[in-house]
């Protein structure tokens, strides 16, 4: 039986960054890290405005069963996270809007705002996923190396997403929507040009 209070925890987050378009309808995935060993994912069929206890499910890190089967798309990047980055507790990936439609033009995001300057550094690489056919099977090392090595706690790839984790799920959903919120206004500033 999944803890209540980590599923309230996550529905509660995944309506509030669905609404903010960070997660589609069926686009997405949120996890947290249970122990060493486990953690708790949306299923494949979640819809992030309507999460409740049936929207997840707890996967072993080591041994893969049925449930694996019914989980997210994106549970083998969430486990090689855990597994590799011992700080992360919790991920989320989505594709926010404004930020996955200025990876089509930019290498990386120069941060104009107060909020993104000073949260986020004032720069953001994108990271070139290459062979769009090829992808799923070399995200999980793929996206686990560049966090790992980058010591960034958030990855944009251009024309797929955004990657981010944090020990605390407060300074993920910051992250998400300052980046997010940033993307927004260097939107806003190339249409006064």
């Not at 995935?29 to 708790?40: E, G, M, R, V, W």
């Not at 992030?48 to 049936?54: H, Q």
């Not at 590799?84 to 930020?99: M, S």
Request: one cysteine or more; hydrophobic letters at 40%.
């Amino acid at each position: 039986m999944i803890d209540a209070n980590i599923v309230k925890l996550l529905s509660d987050l995944s309506l509030t960054m669905f609404r903010k378009n960070f997660f589609g309808i069926y686009h997405g995935a949120i996890s947290a890290k249970l122990d060493y060993n486990s953690f708790i994912i949306n299923s494949a069929d979640a819809i992030f405005d309507e999460m409740n206890d049936n929207s997840f499910c707890e996967l072993n890190m080591t041994k893969k069963d049925y449930r694996w089967k019914i989980a997210s798309i994106e549970s083998d990047i969430h486990s090689t996270i855990y597994t590799n980055i011992h700080e992360a507790k919790y991920i989320a990936f989505g594709v926010p809007i404004y930020t996955t439609a200025y990876t089509f033009e930019h290498d990386e995001i120069v941060l104009d705002d107060f909020f993104g300057k000073t949260t986020l550094g004032g720069k953001v690489p994108i990271y070139d996923p290459g062979d769009f056919n090829t992808w799923y099977d070399r995200n999980a090392l793929e996206i686990t190396k560049y966090l790992k090595e980058s010591n960034e706690r958030i990855m944009v790839i251009r024309g797929i997403g955004t990657y981010v984790y944090d020990r605390d799920i407060n300074n993920l959903v910051k992250r998400v929507a300052i980046l997010e919120n940033s993307c927004r206004l260097l939107s806003l500033k190339s249409s006064y040009q």
